[in-house]
């Protein structure tokens, strides 16, 4: 059974979802939807769907707090699909490399698997040869978020989630609240929060990977990217930064200036997979990169608080896994431009920290825009 809400310019209530609705296709007014969509660790899981007043639409479940779609006009009017995702639970309950999932508590790698924080040694899951990777075995990309009434104007959706002390290995009880809000000029607004009762380290980020031809059966080797950032931090050979932050002058990650992926990747062993340290203007939410594909017209803004970008070419992807629109996903099928702190930051004392203590409120926001 489904649950329809519309909102219309009206408040809208997830507590009101109380409808009874029998329907069984989405509406298609502004609003938020949600039908049920299967069970994982005997909690119920939903996929919400966000449409806005120009009918467009996202779709985010709260298993994995993960972003399954996201319907975008391309020059001519059409609509398609520009994030890569499954039109069910169930593959997202087998291996995948996060597609559009939540990630945490720490995004990205840590090397050796381990830290040291006020004298202790952490030892968290190797589940990347010996490193750690976007949270360990179980991180917040595979669990059921508790889904929080809201109240907007716009359709938005609420995911609460406690992370016990200890899991995977991190210190304090962390307590994550994830705001998902789609708005009228096509927007996916992303805000986090986060409050501890240890010192631990923190790092969210969402892992969509786009394609903005709507075709995932295509690569994105022919997008354009403009990235505001003067350097980027170099990996070792298990892709853990060394520490450095190296000038993007004259190399193949200077996308100060817009150049197609495909141009200079060759150069880059393995293909894009590096943190760009981004030319931020002060602590506010900035735009700080741009995508397009000239074909479709489709551009994607990404905006953030966040010091860093994982730009990842999506190096790993292998033609084996068969994602929305039937197609099998090949390498450089598509993109994502993760928003963070540097990536093994615990073990980097010159990178900007990324230790919430308790009584301090971690609050970073991402914003994602659709656009021509
Ligand atoms: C990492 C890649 C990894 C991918 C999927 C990205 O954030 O930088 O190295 O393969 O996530 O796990």
Known sequence: MKQIITAGIAALSLAACSSGSEDTEPDTTKGLAVQEWGMVDGKQVHLY???????????????????????????????????????????????????????????????????????????????????????????????????????????????????????????????????????????????????????TPVNLTNHAYFNLSGDMGTTILGHTLQVKADAYTPVDTTLITTGERRSVEGSPFDFRTPHTIGERIADVPGGYDHNFVLAREGAELEKVAVLSDSVSGRKLEVYTTEPGMQFYSGNFLDGTIRVNGGNLLQKHGALCMETQHFPDSPNKPDFPSVVLKPGEKYHTITKYKATL
């Open 49 to 199: 769907t966000l449409t806005n007043a120009k009918g467009n639409t996202v779709t985010i479940t709260n298993y994995g707090g993960i972003v399954t779609s996201w319907m975008a006009p391309d020059k001519a009017g059409n609509k398609a699909n520009i994030v890569v995702g499954f039109d069910s639970l169930a593959p997202y309950l087998q291996k995948h490399p996060y597609f559009g999932a939540l990630i945490g508590r720490y995004a990205n790698r840590i090397g050796d698997a381990r830290f040291i924080l006020d004298g202790v040694t952490y030892q968290l899951a190797a589940n990347n040869g010996k490193n750690h990777l976007h949270g360990g075995n179980k991180g917040y990309d595979k669990v059921v978020w508790e889904v929080k009434p809201v109240v907007d104007s716009v359709p938005a959706l609420t995911l609460t989630y406690h992370s016990p002390d200890g899991e995977e290995g991190y210190p304090g009880n962390l307590h994550i609240e994830v705001i998902y809000t789609f708005t009228d000029e096509d927007e996916l607004l992303i805000e986090y929060s986060a409050s501890t009762d240890k010192a």
